[in-house]
């Protein structure tokens, strides 16, 4: 789902918290709330450590990285790696934190390809696959939910 004037990450937030304005950074690409974390990242095409989805024929993962600052006992980390699925009978997280994706194309992804729109896309809730703490910026594996 496109977010309404979603250029920006302060629309997102507007987005996913329309009655009460949220104060969050503009700078980082996780936003984290008491029961749920936000990503938003730029698509970009051929570059070594950008995220990108990769199609697993019958579910899609997402790769997501750090802030190359981010260190290795960054309470963030636990909290991704504990994403998961909904409770099928309350729709709820039986165990940790609810995490959803907001992504769009990089600008010159956008210009590449001939895409006249760089809004942010809700791209849907995420499950945690696997994480790499040894390379930088840590990567994480998601599957799409």
């Known amino acids: 789902k496109r977010v309404p004037g979603g250029r920006t990450k302060d629309a997102v937030m507007n987005f996913v918290s329309p009655s009460v304005r949220p104060r969050f950074s503009k700078y980082v690409g996780v936003q984290e709330w008491t029961n749920s974390v936000f990503l938003m990242f730029n698509v970009v095409c051929g570059n070594s450590y950008g995220n990108c ?4 024929g019958s579910s899609m ?29 309350t729709e709820t997280l039986s165990t940790g934190t609810s995490v959803h994706l907001f992504c769009r194309p990089a600008p010159e992804t956008a210009k590449t390809n001939g895409l006249d729109n760089h809004d942010y896309v809700y791209a849907g809730r995420l499950q945690f696959v696997t994480k790499d703490v040894e390379r930088c910026p840590i990567q994480f594996v998601f599957e799409l939910i």
């Open 53 to 56: 989805f990769i199609d697993k």
């Open 61 to 89: 993962h997402v790769t997501y990285y750090l802030s190359e600052k981010t260190r290795t006992d960054a309470p963030i980390i636990k909290r991704l790696a504990t994403s998961g699925p909904p409770s099928p009978l």
